[in-house]
């Protein structure tokens, strides 16, 4: 997974270390109960990481549960309207319609593994919900799910679709009422539950060991993209692309081209851009990029898309940023709404709203790139989106502005 | 001039006296007022939360008082300029969380802190491992740092924060974040116990102690306590008075305990 780094090669995959650094980003920021909770789960995390036994078993979920590894699609008539070669790596083909599913099947096999019964988990859209609430129900855990009010409205298949797998659902009014507010409901939970519970946290952000080991999760996305582009195309991506909410996906598919030369593009909604703004913060544990305010209030982002909805960004991320090895452009609502309709009708997918920024990037930046070859991490599928969507098309049908 | 947090509740303490610590909500309509009353009832040093609008570590009353104030558009300067003019004289501790020490900078945070007439603070999500930063400023302007302990803190790790702590040890009293409790959590007296066992800094509790009779029942263990959603309540629902009577309530049964 990690090449050794010379200074003429490009970066590679930082291992943190105890301190839980991503260059000056990251560490671990808890209250002090939490603390021994952190560590407990970083030696866990790594004992099991080296572990054939809890490696194969994991291989054998993702293949045999999550229905990996998932295909490369190239999108002939969308690309060719593009005038680029657009690739798009299919983690909406797994089950439950996200690359949610590397994440969680992994933290809750860690789980049992470490002796808890029960997870608590954050959503914001509710993938990460959805996928938690599967994975315990396949695990036999306990799962209780904290999300936004605001995102529980939305949202409201995502939320049944939750019940249904056997997980409690709480709605969190506090604050902004979205993802941030349902990250502090769910560390407030750890905090009295801290002995049987593991939160089991649905991005790269949070704590030392989370970014890391949510890291390690889903670098079974890059690796396979990666083998699958040397295996079709005979060379590596021009540009590789993805949606940056938390950064969870795209950490996944660059970590499989950090050390080419591919470009990274993290694209962020232009009411959540953490990186854009480039000042670091200390929220949900982590120092980080954070949209904040002249005293350091935490700002609420604003995004179309509920699962990009969210003022941070993960540690790493911050680093790669700051160490210019990707970039961090951001799209707007509007930008995103063309792509979704643009993706759907030339390609029939439907792809997730926060995908569709990615997307939306790549059709913004097509005419600069001809020719190019280009990967987008498609991280989820747009069911969940399809009412909302159909409001927001009839509402600008009827106003001014259609 | 700053009184020191340390040197007043030990002088207190060994006096005889439990020491009893206030929390409010800085920014809340009335917090001004009730601070003063809850230094008139017998507090030996104020808590003043300075609201951020993450708080992790609190529950919903505290959440709520938070919110109003920061809806108020009330700031951390604004709060902190009030201070001095509070004219009171036991020890003034800030409780606030780490992102607003980290925005403005750790010098520039610690300076506005003892330039507004504080002697302590608390940062309830900057654990040991991250505080040496911020430790040193604070330490620099003369304003100690008070850290945390947890029940789940394995004995190892107790000394480490015993050593750190400026002010007085803060024992966390149970698995959760600041609220009342209909009971004491057995944690409570649990954990002071291992820290009185090892060191001589005031142990007092705080999170989850929620009436007089709790306090007098941790007090049997610990030096003191720190008292929060329960006198934020009453500020909500009563305002200055009602924590002035609160906090008399709850002095007065100390010391008629001890």
Known sequence: M?????????????????????????????????????????????????????????????????????????????????????????????????????????????????????????????????????????????????????????????????????????AVHSGSRTLKDAVNEAMRDWVATVGDTHY??????????????????????????????????????????????????????????????????????????????????????????????????????????????????????????SIGRAEYPTVTDDEVLSAFELMAATEGIIPALECAHALAWIVREAPAMAGATVLMNLSGRGDKDVAQVMQIMSERSTGPAS | MNIGVEEYLRRQRDAGRKLLVPYLTGGYPGWQDAVRAAVAAGADAVEIGIPFSDPVMDGPVIQEASQVALNAGITPPAILDELPGLDIEVPIITMTYYNLVHHDGEHRFADRLARANVSGCILPDLPLEEAGPWCEAADAAGVETILLAAPTAPDERLPRITARTRGFVYSVGLLGVTGEREALAATATELA?????????????????????????????????????????????????????????VRTALDTAF
């Open chain 2, 193 to 249: 116990g291992r820290l009185k066992a090892i060191t001589d800094v005031p142990v007092l509790v705080g999170v989850g102690v929620s009436n007089a009779a709790q306090a007098v029942e941790v007090c049997r263990v610990a030096d003191g306590v720190v008292q929060g959603a329960s006198v934020v309540r009453r500020l909500i629902e009563g305002g200055a008075d009602a924590v002035g009577e609160y906090v008399a309530e």
């Open chain 1, 2 to 170: 990690t090449t050794i780094s010379t200074p003429d090669t490009p970066p590679t995959l930082i291992e943190p270390g105890s301190d839980g650094r991503f260059g000056e980003f990251g560490g671990r920021f808890v209250p002090e109960t939490l603390v021994p909770a952190c560590e407990e789960l970083e030696a866990g995390f790594r004992a099991a990481w080296a572990d054939e036994v809890f490696r194969a078993e994991l291989d054998v979920l993702l293949a045999e549960y999550a229905g990996r590894p998932s295909i490369l699609t190239e999108c002939h008539r969308l690309g060719e309207h593009l005038g680029i070669r657009l690739v798009l790596k299919r983690e909406d083909l797994n089950h439950t319609g996200s690359h949610k599913i590397n994440n969680v099947l992994g933290q809750a096999l860690l789980a049992k593994r470490m002796g808890k019964r029960r997870l608590v988990a954050e959503t914001g859209a509710g993938q990460h919900g959805v996928a938690s609430a599967t994975a315990a129900a396949l695990m036999g855990l306990e799962c209780k799910v904290y999300m936004g009010a605001v995102d529980v409205e939305r949202q409201e298949l995502n939320v049944f679709r939750m019940r249904l797998l056997g997980a409690e659902v709480e």
């Open chain 1, 200 to 321: 089991c946290l649905g991005s790269v952000m949070g704590p030392h060991p989370y970014p890391w080991m949510v890291r390690q999760f889903h670098t079974v996305i890059g690796s396979e993209a990666r083998a699958q582009c040397r295996d079709r195309y005979g060379a590596d991506p021009d540009a590789v692309v993805a949606c940056v909410g938390g950064g969870s996906n795209a950490i996944g598919i660059f970590s499989g081209f950090i050390d080419t030369t591919s470009r990274l593009i993290g694209v962020e909604p232009a009411g959540g851009a953490a990186v854009g703004r480039a000042a670091p913060g200390v929220v949900h544990g982590m120092r980080s990029y954070l949209m904040q305010d002249e005293y350091g209030q935490v700002a609420e982002a604003h995004s179309v898309s509920a699962g990009l909805d969210y003022p941070g960004v993960g540690p790493e991320h911050s680093y790669l940023a």
